[in-house]
């Protein structure tokens, strides 16, 4: 006998557990009600997902893959002449020790992504899916 002592609530169910319950559940053999049973998800959630599976609603998310990375020295623009008296500014007595704080992302047909080093990694991957679509 199984008490429930308190207010059930929904279960949140991640996308890749989702498509490997259907996919055990459309293996040869299978008995979807077993499946179904033994994941503790009712039958007919799991012929709900199945069907979002069958027409393309419910999808892996796209794996990150890596990208051939080439460090380059920064372009410079061509400076407007300095105004009289408006002084340009002293450059750092070591350049090297200077931090840029951008990313600078060139992709192959050669459009650049400027992003500041602390662009969440969610926003990053949603622009960078927007120019490759």
Known sequence: MEIISGVERRRRWRVEDKLRIVAEAERPGACFAEVARRHEVSRSVL???RKEVRSGVLVAEETPSFMPVQIAP????????PSAGITAPRPAAD???ERDDRIEIVLADGTAV???ETVGTAALRRVLSALRG
């Open 95 to 97: 350049a090297s020790v």
């Open 74 to 81: 920064e372009r410079t623009s061509m400076a407007a002449p």
């Open 47 to 49: 012929w709900s997902w």
């Open 114 to 116: 400027r992003v500041p």
